[in-house]
């Protein structure tokens, strides 16, 4: 069984850093394009970050890029989202998905995390 673990959320001043994980079990996540999504309050989910399997492309949304970076650890079937310099509006709950795809979309993804919270005061 297939399980995605997100850590490494909590609560930061604007302009502060947080590193999130993502623990896979039951597959081999090198085997898989990785994604990082967010859904704050009242909004819709929303595509932040992606990698490929091998780790050479990676994708970000507009709002993240030069702020966020995505990598993975293949060796501890582990992918990561570093977030810099965060504002505000990344305020959000972040999941972790795994999929054959690199891509934007959520629903290429077949294996999805249960989220951790980002909070970023101002």
């Known amino acids: 069984q297939v399980q995605l673990v997100e850590s490494g959320g909590g609560l930061v001043q604007a302009g502060g850093s947080l590193r999130l994980s993502c623990a896979a079990s039951?597959?081999?996540?090198?085997?898989?394009?990785m994604g990082w999504f967010r859904q704050a309050p009242g909004k819709e989910r929303e595509f932040v970050a992606a990698?490929?399997?091998?780790?050479?492309?990676?994708r970000y949304t507009d709002s993240v890029k030069g702020r966020f970076t995505i990598s993975r650890d293949s060796a501890k079937n582990t992918v990561y989202l570093q977030m810099n310099s965060l504002k505000a509006e990344d305020t959000a709950v972040y999941y972790c998905?795994?999929?054959?795809?690199?891509?934007?979309?959520?629903?290429?993804?077949?294996?999805r995390g249960q989220g951790t919270q980002v909070t970023v005061s101002s």
């Open positions: 039951g597959r081999t996540s090198s085997n898989y394009a």
């Open positions: 990698i490929s399997r091998i780790g050479g492309s990676t």
């Open positions: 998905a795994m999929g054959p795809l690199l891509g934007s979309s959520w629903s290429i993804y077949d294996y």
